[in-house]
Structure formats: C-alpha cells, structure tokens
C-alpha cells in the first residue's frame, strides 16, 4: 500500500502585465515550484504583456508538499531577469477543489521575507527545578535554506526569543546546510505564557541580515511534553502585512491535486480480470460494460478515463483488442459515413491516446526533421526580395509546397518505422470500416478512418504547437506560427482526401491543389502499405523491439567525474551523448558512436540535484551508485536547462524505483578538499544533510506502466458512478427473478461486487497494515 500525489498543472496564460523593457513591452515566461523547488520552466513568449502558453504538465510528488508556486519573470540577455510577481497555492487549497482550481489569480509582489524554505532540527526540554523550572532548546542543524547570496549560499545562524531575552547561536559561513549543536537555556516563569521563537537569518558584513524563516512554539504546551525533538518546516514572517505594488496583472491557471491510496496488487486482481474478460468477449460479451462505461461518464472525465483505460489494457497485452472494442461500437451506431471518428467519444480519445503513448518516438522520427527545417526557414533569403503582393503570395505558396511535400515524402518512407501494434490497430480499424461501408461510394471511407487519427488527431496538432508535444523548446514566433498552422491545414486537407467541402472552404489552398492531389495519392498508397502486416509480420516485429531495449532518455549532457582532492572547476566538464535504458546509463563522443556502459542501473542509489555553488551552474545532478567492488561513486552531470534537468532527474528515478538499496539522504554538494562543501562536515562517508526526492518525477509519454495505479484511477471513477451503476442493474432486472448462478454471469453484478470489495480494502487500509506486494512497473515496448 502506497500514497501518491500527483498535480496536474496547465499555465495557460497572463494578461495585463507591467512592462519591464524599455521598449514598453515584456518578454515573460514561468517558474514552476514546490516548495521552493523548481520544477517547470515555460518558454518564453516574446515582446508581449498578454503571453499564452497552453503548457500542460504532470508532477509526481510526496504527499507531504506544502505549496506550489507560480513566478512570472521577465528574460533579459544581458542583465538577471526581472521579477514580476506570483501566485502561491498551498495544499489546503488545492484539495479543497476537488475539480481542480480553475480561473484567473492575480499576481502578488514577491516579498524576500516570505521566501523562505527548508527545515531546521530541534530538540525542545522543559526542565523542573529548583529553583525554577528551565526551557533548553537545543539548535542541531538545518537544511535546504534559501541561498541568499551572490555565490548561491548563505551565512546562517540561529536568534531565540523568549520573554524578553534572546540568545544566538555562532555564524556558519557559506552553507545552507549548517550544522550548530548549540544549547540555550531559559527560565520559565510561573505565570507567563509567553512563545519561544526560533528564527533563521542570512549573516551579511555590510547591509542588513536576510531573513531565512522562522518557528514558533507554544510554551505551555511544551510542558505537557517535557522532550520534543524533530525537523520543524521554517515558516515566513506573518507579522509583515504585504503591501500592494499597483497592477502586477494576472495568470490563467488550472491547478489538479489528486490524492491516491494504491492498495496491493492482488486488490485490483478482480476488476483487471473483469475488464480483460469483456474486451476477450468482445461485442458479444454479456455485461457490455466497456459501452456502459462510456455511457455514464461525463465528457470532462471521457480523456482521463480513456488514458486509464487504454495504459491498464496496453500493460496486459490487450490495447489492440480494447481498440477494436470500441472502433466496432462506433461503427455500429454510425449511419453516416462522414460523422464517423468525428465525436468526442470513448473510441476517438483513446486511440488519441493510444497514438501517444505508442507512437510519440516514431511521430518525432517523421516530423521532427520537418519541423525544424520550418524554424530555421528564412523567407527571404538572397538579393532577390519579394515586392509586390502576388510575389509574396507567390513565394509563400512555394514554401509551403516545400515543406507539405517534404512531410508527405517522410511520411510516405516510414511504413517499416511505425510500431507493430500501432500497425495492427490501424489495420484493424481500416478492415473494420470497409465492412460497415463496402459501397464503391464509400471507397474513400477506410482510408479516410486511418487519417482522421494519423493526421487530425495525431499530426497535425504536434504541427501547429512543436512545443507541446516536444518537438522544440520555444514556442513560434508569430510568422512560424503562421507557417505551421497554413502546413497543418494542408495535411488536414490531404487527410480528408481532397474533398470537394474542403476545398470550397479554404481559397488560400487552390496554389496547393497539385501538391495536395499528389499528396492524396501518396498517403492511400502509404495507408495500404501500413496496414499490409500480417500476424506473424506483427509478432516478429514486435520480438525484434524487445529485444533492442529502447531508450528511455537520450540527449547530449557534460560529464565530470570526482577524482583525488583538487578543486573542481565547470571548465573540467566534458561533453558526451548520453543514452538511459532500463538497464544502464550508457555514453558515447557522438550519437552514432559506440555507447560504453557508464553506470549499470541496478547499482544507482540516488539521482539528485547539486547546489549551484558547487560548480556555479543550477544545473548539475548527481548520480550516486555502487562501484563492481561496491565502493560508493558519484557521477556529475551538467544539463542546459531547468526542464532538461528534471527530465533526466525524472528518467532516472523513475528506472530506479525499485532498487532494494536506495538512500534515504545525500549530500547536495561536493567532497572539496577536506570536508563536503555543504555541511563542512570532515567525514566522507557521512550519510547525507538533506532527504532524496526519489518519489518526485513528471509524467512522461514514454513512462513505465503502473498496473496499480491505472486501476486504483478506474476504480475512483467507477465508485463515483456507483449509484447510476445501481440503477442500471436494477433496472435490468425488475420483474424478474434472478437465480444466483445466472447472477454471478452477469458482468454488472459482478462489477458492483469488486467496487464493494476494493471499497472495503480501502477502509481496512486506514485500520490496519495491508500485506504488502512490490510495485511492478512494466517499461514501454512499441
């Protein structure tokens, strides 16, 4: 049994902020934190004060977070960004939406006194007398403080405050993770119910001391417990009422906390087998739950259930077959060949998903070369610059059947790249509709199936926003943006087949109707041949795969490894490609090198973050393993970016996640000289200043699939269509008598039995320790 927050984040978009630029306007983007965490940076939106981001993003959390924080900054090339402001959100807020918060936030200043984070370790005594009983408070350590310095660290020492006297502790210099071991003590007064304060702040020789947070505890209440000791979260100062600085502006946001309790894997035993044996049965089953399922979930809820669904089904071998479930029941209640696959329902999200999950490498392979040559295209290149509005239209049309007929060429070259199963669904689907519509009318018909997915579902979307199904880094700019929407809409056009309505809509097109009729040709003959595989084609395919070990990350990082006692300097850090599988962190001088094994994974202990000062980049991470001889070694990797870096983070934790020797703490910094260089502490193998965060990832199409979360988010939403689930079985047998064998055939009644049951596994959970199976992650093989 396990508990699991997750948080769904959409940033959507700002409005009316204030100009930081000279030129009047603004160039924003957003940081993302949990608890003074980064964890998600947004492109920047350039030269404006209205930005739209449209960013989704799935973080992975402990259940214990406090906060997660929105901050607008201004990107500046020359000077530090600018600050505009923030919107904060705690944890009681967000799960007193249990929908989701929704709606606009106003920006609030960004005040150095509430910045504060991290925690400080205190032991708490009320000792008796004579003469008078005695408050000793003992200061041991802290870690995680804001850095509040220049070089990315602190100087911190410790105030106490009790009625009237205050007490200090000595200054360590240049931690955030200092260690003190001071003990004061006060006299308590018999009459005076008074609070001690401990507060935290930044030493500085010049101007004033930096708050760094604060604790405050109940005296009276300490007697009750004469010895109270553990970390304590520092807190900001709420006696300093924030004054409004004008019109900050304001931000879009729709921020999900979603709370989940994972039983054992047994627990979930009978509704996968449920599930399974009705998409097995197919239409002839004999509870149809798949179609009641989709008949009583609201559209809101329709995409989350059909991810939920299609990863649960694609874990046991039966995405295809779960497919052809539904492709069969939209056929079935379709009478007009040109509404087919065009609602929003069970069949038509999953297969989105579906293609996501399975077909996002093979989507990069084909378009990713496209869309970049769209970035880096300059429209008007040479001497010869367009003047006129037909050369400029001209021109325009030129480019644009340049770049469609280099997509259509890619595309047309990738039959043997796309992946066996996402082969087979297609065929299935194509051989399905050519049933349901053999007319020589509706010849078009299967065709047009396959690329109402492929096409509009599927490609075109990653072409009008690269950003969001990440194929670049920034968004467009407004002429890319022009270019990429024109594109998408000619692939729409050639996915439609050309039709006669589609074409009477768009004049801009009538330039490209050679290319597009070209191009119609070439996508049924790639159509044909996609779906031209037979079983033992697709079992063969898919054997090869398995067998390769696909990458779970991949991408260039700078290197350096910790050798003797000299300084380590950033110039040490040596560029490599680097390659994660589900067995070992591999490297290589280029892409297309010889990879040498650098870390087998099954010896990581810890992937984390390294504080900034270490080698003056917020963008290094280390990776804690155990050497062939079992001696702890430390590889230190430099990333580009904060995404890039909680990717990698991310893939690894996630990869690791099971390893029966993982740590509980780290150090954030460097063994430098004598001593680690964010403690001070002399001892190398001391076991860390700070707690991993090995539970804390984002979600990413490739991950590994997660058996018991995907049915513990279908058995959360089937318990809230419990009743209507009641109803419906009610219904079915009123004026009738059930015999007991024939009610436990019946797929409905036997559903309500597994919901009462897991309803019970959950209530037994909080009386009492479930036995406990290991998480079984399954990777991603397609």
Known sequence: MAKRSSLSIRIVEGKNLPAKDITGSSDPYCIVKVDNEPIIR??????????????????????????????????????????????????????SHPKGFCGWAHLTEVDPDEEVQGEIHLRLEVLPGPPAPRLRCSVLEARDLAPKDRNGTSDPFVRVRYNGRTQETSIVKKSCYPRWNETFEFELEEGVSGALCVEAWDWDLVSRNDFLGKVVFNVPRLGAAPLEEGWF?????????????????????????????????????????????????????????????????????????????LKLFLGQGLAKDFLDLLFQLELARTSEANTLFRSNSLASKSMESFLKVAGMRYLHGVLGPIIDRVFEDKKCSGLHRPTTEAEVLEQSAHTLRGHLGALLSALSRSVRACPAVVRATFRQLFLRVRERFPSAQHENVPFIAVTSFLCLRFFSPAIMAPKLFHLRERHADARTSRTLLLLAKAVQNVGNMDTLASRAKEAWMEPLQPTVRQGVAQLKDFITKLVDIGEKEELDLQRTLSLQAPPVKEGPLFIHRTKGKGPLMSSSFKKLHFSLTTEALSCAKTPSSKKSALIKLASVRAAEKVEEKSFGSSHVMQVIYSDDVGRPQTAYLQCKCVNELNQWLSALRKVIMNNPSLLGSYHPGVFRGDKWSCCHQRDRTDLGCDKTRSRVTLQEWNDPLDHDLEAQLLYRHLQGLEAELWQRHRSQNVGTETDPGEASRDALAQLLQVLGNLREAHGSSHTGPLPVEPTRLLALQT
């Open 42 to 95: 947004t492109a920047t939106v350039w030269k404006t004060l209205s930005p739209f981001w449209g960013e989704e993003y799935q973080v992975h959390l402990l259940p214990t977070f406090h906060t997660v924080a929105f901050y607008v900054l201004d990107e500046d090339a020359l000077s530090r960004d600018d600050v505009i402001g923030k919107v904060c959100l705690s944890r009681d807020t967000l799960a």
């Open 233 to 309: 979260r520092l807190q900001p100062d709420q006696a300093k009422h924030q004054q409004p600085e004008g019109n900050l502006g304001s931000l879009q946001l729709e921020v999900r906390l979603r709370d989940e309790t994972v039983l054992p894997s047994y627990c979930y035993q009978p509704l996968v087998r449920l599930l399974c044996q009705e998409v097995t049965l197919g239409t002839q089953g004999p509870g149809q739950l798949i179609p009641l399922i989709e008949e009583l979930t609201s559209t809101e809820c329709r995409q989350d259930v059909a991810t939920n669904l």
